[in-house]
């Protein structure tokens, strides 16, 4: 029904921005969003992994100066109209696209400053050398920055159960990167989103579905209460909040044994260590 409006026919991840009728259907999606959830505080755009740009044949009669203009305005244009709803509402954008306009050289990003928090993510076990000095100090001309973790859904795009370790670490060391870009750049950090992702696209199969996260979830809620994990709160979190007889699903196994846990959505899930 709306192929019409992909950028690159071929694919379906990304719509057009060069044709009105693209907005139509955003900001149909839009009203329905507000809608059905009118006490939201938040409200996340997306736009992440935007790899097809000024594609579509419409866009060669539009003005735009290269594909960082046409992003600009499109997100400036999609931002203005939810503020023109709800101007309350904190509006962000994953950071991946603004990470590339401000590598070319892009650097008129002041209304869109104004508009969106950009929120920067990686699901990664070591967060901290995929971002250097330069990437933080781009990054800190934003009023506020949020980062995202995960807590399940990065460790494989077929992998059934979550590793907690892995997400562990990926929490644990978006707090040390936290701590070094605030104090060495002043980057404003306000929040985390712990992300739960359910398929690497929408093409692909479910990965880490929700009830065998549970552990991961709570272990990563615990790394940004406590800042860290050592072995007497990695014992109290598996046995006391868990309910395990043993510590769940640290890394993936090797041998296979049983794991047994009494905590809500255990039933729908089987652990093996």
């Not at 050398?129 to 781009?138: E, H, L, Q, T």
């Not at 990563?220 to 006391?240: A, P, W």
Request: hydrophobic share 40%; proline share 4%; with cysteine.
């Amino acid at each position: 029904e709306f192929m019409h409006l992909r950028e690159d026919k071929r694919y379906p991840q990304v719509i057009t921005p060069c044709l009105e009728e693209s907005y139509k259907l955003i900001f149909e999606m839009i009203d329905q969003m507000l809608s059905l959830h009118p006490f939201i505080s938040y409200f996340h755009m997306g736009c992440d992994e935007v790899y097809y740009r000024l594609v579509h044949p419409q866009c060669v009669y539009l003005n735009f100066h290269d594909d960082a203009d046409l992003f600009i305005r499109h997100v400036t244009r999609v931002a203005k109209y939810i503020k023109s709803k709800r101007p309350d509402i904190k509006l962000f954008i994953w950071h991946d696209m603004l990470s590339q306009l401000a590598n070319s050289g892009y650097n008129n990003i002041t209304e869109l400053n104004e508009l969106i928090v950009p929120m920067v993510w990686a699901y990664v076990d070591d967060v901290k050398p995929w971002f250097d000095d330069g990437f933080w100090m781009r990054f800190s001309v934003f009023r506020e920055v949020w980062v995202a973790s995960s807590f399940k859904g990065s460790s494989g795009e077929i992998t059934t159960m979550s590793y907690i370790g892995h997400h562990q670490r990926n929490q644990q060391t978006w707090l040390e990167t936290m701590h070094i870009a605030s104090n060495r750049h002043k980057v404003n950090f306000s929040g985390i989103a712990i992300t739960g992702w359910s398929r690497y696209d929408h093409m692909l199969s479910l990965c880490e579905l929700l009830p065998s996260s549970i552990p991961s979830l709570a272990y990563v809620l615990q790394t940004i209460v406590f800042g860290h994990i050592d072995n007497e709160k990695n014992v109290t979190i598996s046995t006391t909040l868990l309910g395990c007889n043993q510590i769940p699903l640290w890394e993936k196994p090797m041998f296979t044994t049983f794991v047994s846990c009494s905590f809500p959505g255990k039933k729908h899930c089987l652990f093996k260590n």
